[in-house]
T-cell receptor, first 116, second 114 residues
Framework: GAGVSQSPSNKVTEKGKDVELRCDPISGHTALYWYRQRLGQGLEFLIYFQGNSAPDKSGLPSDRFSAERTGESVSTLTIQRTQQEDSAVYLC??????????????FGPGTRLTVT | AQSVTQPDIHITVSEGASLELRCNYSYGATPYLFWYVQSPGQGLQLLLKYFSGDTLVQGIKGFEAEFKRSQSSFNLRKPSVHWSDAAEYFCAVGPSGGYNKLIFGAGTRLAVHP
């Protein structure tokens, strides 16, 4: 079946502009995660959605970052007033749930964001 | 603080040679442990995971990893490397209870010489 998809694959924006990144999880996956991967670094957790529970936003680096998820489907990550330090690959992942047997996260190909 | 350390940024091996990638973690309790591989232009793929039980776990593509609680390590191994194994490898830890908020290491980039 289809995996996690993300769009756009690449985004170049000017400093100060807002950007919106989209993630389509695997159908039926209740949990959705956003991560950021800066050049040469590992992934940083940003935000987590699980069903209708309140999202865990503890990883969002500033109030310029926000994310929404419609039910158990599409999620959008919005970065307002982009800064050069926001340049990174933004990865989305989904999993069936959070119990151990559903623990595996499936990652999308990422959106490469470049802020000029 | 919770953290994952991958001491080797780059490793180069010859095709057919054995491989060991190191991973050390700092975590308050026994975590769940993972190795992911990221090939150029592709998303992360799970190689293997450890939850509990046998400390030697087998994964896909001929990889295995051993959990050593006393050393807080979860090193990845492969007895004979193939050119197609060239990629970036990430070790990650997650809580054994609650949801799967993974903490990743900075990655080890593997190059394979023919």
């Amino acid at each position: 079946g289809a995996g996690v998809s993300q769009s756009p694959s690449n985004k170049v924006t000017e400093k100060g502009k807002d950007v919106e990144l989209r993630c389509d999880p695997i159908s039926g996956h209740t949990a959705l995660y956003w991560y950021r991967q800066r050049l040469g670094q590992g992934l940083e957790f940003l935000i987590y959605f699980q069903g209708n529970s309140a999202p865990d936003k503890s990883g969002l680096p500033s109030d310029r970052f926000s994310a929404e998820r419609t039910g158990e489907s599409v999620s959008t990550l919005t970065i307002q007033r982009t800064q050069q330090e926001d340049s990174a690959v933004y990865l989305c992942a989904s999993s069936l749930g959070v119990q151990r047997e559903f623990y595996e996260q499936y990652f999308g190909p990422g959106t490469r964001l470049t802020v000029t | 603080a919770q953290s994952v350390t991958q001491p080797d940024i780059h490793i180069t091996v010859s095709e057919g040679a054995s491989l060991e990638l190191r991973c050390n973690y700092s975590y308050g309790a026994t975590p769940y442990l993972f190795w992911y591989v990221q090939s150029p232009g592709q998303g992360l793929q799970l190689l293997l995971k450890y939850f509990s039980g046998d400390t030697l776990v087998q994964g896909i593509k001929g990889f295995e990893a051993e959990f050593k609680r006393s050393q807080s390590s979860f090193n990845l191994r492969k007895p004979s490397v193939h050119w197609s194994d060239a990629a970036e490898y990430f070790c990650a830890v997650g809580p054994s209870g609650g949801y799967n908020k993974l903490i990743f290491g900075a990655g080890t980039r593997l190059a394979v010489h023919p």
